[in-house]
Nanobody, 113 residues
Framework: QVQLVESGGGLVEPGGSLRLSCKASGCAYSRLAWYRQAPGKQRELVATIIPSGQPYYVDFAKGRFAISKDRAGNSVYLQMNSLQPEDTAVYYC?????????WGQGTQVTVSA
């Protein structure tokens, strides 16, 4: 049974930082990623990382967010800096193994003064 457990969300003021963590059970994921879903919007990709460590960021994440993983490839992190109110969303961890995709339960990030 694959489980993804996120942590690290919370309330932060504009301009602040948060670090999200996700621990995945099992092993050998071909890709780890973070998505987010704001109220009333579709879930969207934030960043991905593959076993080699090469990251990919969507435009809004470039220069502000950094995705990383542990050496075993079972934990993935998202360092978020310069957070703005529009970053408010539930952030989801995603793991891909072959054709199968797995999701965490999500962690709320709220950016507000």
């Amino acid at each position: 049974q694959v489980q993804l457990v996120e942590s690290g969300g919370g309330l932060v003021e504009p301009g602040g930082s948060l670090r999200l963590s996700c621990k995945a059970s099992g092993c050998a994921y071909s890709r780890l990623a973070w998505y987010r879903q704001a109220p009333g919007k579709q879930r969207e990709l934030v960043a991905t990382i593959i076993p080699s460590g090469q990251p990919y960021y969507v435009d809004f994440a470039k220069g502000r967010f950094a995705i990383s993983k542990d050496r075993a490839g079972n934990s993935v992190y998202l360092q978020m800096n310069s957070l703005q109110p529009e970053d408010t969303a539930v952030y989801y961890c995603n793991a891909r193994r072959g054709s199968a995709e797995f999701w965490g339960q999500g962690t709320q990030v709220t950016v507000s003064a």
